[in-house]
Structures are given as structure tokens and as C-alpha cells.
């Protein structure tokens, strides 16, 4: 048991469901899928954004994932969190429940969302990822260090292909395909309001394509290719029109190397309002 940072509440790595955790969406009765069956009848049978939220943070479809993030919650942590509690659990969507811009990210990291319990917080992707958003006008403030720090997105929601970390950053195709249910109902659910996209990463955006075609949602032919800026146009079964933006994931890979700079995320988001 280690002190959240936040809260300075003891707690158990991984962190049980119901237990307290800040913003923990799921209590002990969650229902937990054990397969890509189970996810598929989970996410199908979810009313709303907060019960999938609850059923994706305690998923263990994956054991290869499972194994793997809490491996790194229980004896991987990095140093500088060596004193802290790892959620060690699927990350949740997080942000608006009516988003006018779903984003579309890759999966967790094994020590940011991973420790966390938070999309994209508490790691140099997430730095980048929510001052953008703030700049844009999404995020309530331009730093996401802890679940409970008082963030709130509106008009935007976060979500990844994949929710738990992977081991090297690296899902299976088979894990992404599972996962994928999931992010089939964030887009059922997200479509009466949503009016934009927002693919991070080629494997983003392959993902947010697979999803739409799976619900029935028509998409230009030949596929749309990824790329920084990449636009394309959606139309779900009820003829609403979405469109798809793409832009470079805001990895360290990209950040560090200026493949991926400030005033280009800038731009982009810039087309999503």
C-alpha cells in the first residue's frame, strides 16, 4: 500500500475497483470481460459513456496485457514513481460525454496512464497532448498530472485503439481487434454529437477507420492514407458527416525530434472547432 500522490490515500498496485481510487469509474459489481466475446457483448451492452468506462478499466481479455501492466505496476515502476501506488488497470475513456471531437489516440503508457488512471496524463505525451487542448480552448488547464487534479475537458474526449499498455508500446493485432470493440461503442456513443475525428498516429487513425467501417459508417474508397493534416469525410447510418483529421501522435519519438512541433498540433486542432 503506497500514499497516491494526490490524496495521499493508501493503495493497493494494482488498484482494486470501488476502492477509492480519484475518478475510478467502476465499483466491485463491474462486470469484467475475460474475452474478445465478453468484450464484444460489454461494449454492445453499455447505456452510456460512464458504465463503458467502468466495464473498459477492469477488461482482462488480453493476458498478454494484463500480465504486462500490472507486472509494471507491481515490480516495474520507474524510479522517480517508485513511492507511488500504479493504477495497473485498462485506461477509461476520459473528457466530455457529449464531445463535439472524439480523439483517437494509440494506448497507454506502461507509466503514465498506467500509473495514473488517466488518458494521457503523467507523461511528456500527455504534457503536450493537454496543453494543446487548452490552447484550443478544450481543457480547463495545460497540465494533467494526476486523476482528481481538477482537469475537465469540454467539448473533447479522450480515448485510445488500445487500452492498456503494451508491452514495447507494441500491441498484437489481435489485442488491437479486441480493444476495438470497445472503441466501436465510444463511437456509437459519441455520434449524435460528435462533428470531428481526431486520429493520433497512423495506428489511430487505422483504428478509428476499422471501428466506422465495422458500424456501418460510409467511408471513401480507396482507404483514406494517414498523414500529418490528412482530412477525410465520414457519414454515420444516420447521415450525419464527420470529419477525420490526422496528425502525428505526440510520442517523444515525434516531440523530441521536431517531426511533430507545437505550432503544427496547433493547426490541426484549429480545424477541429
Known sequence: MLPH???????????????????????????????ADEVVDLAR???????LDARV????????????RESVAVSGRRAGFADQPYWGRPGPGFGDARPRLLVVGLAPAANGTNRTGRMFTGDRSGDWLYAALHRAGYASQPTSRHAGDGLELTGARIVAA?????PANKPTPEERRTCGHWLDRELELAAPTARCLLALGAIGWDAALA??????WTVPRPKPRFGHGAES???????????????????????????LTEEMLDAVLARTR
Open 57 to 68: 478499466s477492469v477488461c482482462r481479455a488480453c493476458p498478454r496485457l494484463v500480465g504486462w
Open 233 to 259: 469525410h465520414l457519414i454515420t447510418p444516420q447521415g450525419r458527416r464527420l470529419r477525420l483529421l490526422g496528425s502525428y501522435h505526440v510520442s517523444q519519438q515525434n516531440t523530441f525530434t521536431g517531426k
Open 5 to 35: 500522490p494526490l490524496t495521499g490515500v493508501p493503495f493497493a498496485s494494482p488498484v482494486p475497483p470501488g476502492s477509492g481510487w480519484p475518478d475510478d469509474p467502476a465499483d466491485a459489481g463491474t462486470p469484467v470481460a475475460h474475452s
Open 45 to 51: 451492452s453499455a447505456a452510456d459513456v460512464a458504465e
Open 211 to 216: 471501428a466506422v467501417r465495422r458500424l456501418g
Open 162 to 166: 488500445v487500452r492498456c499498455a503494451p
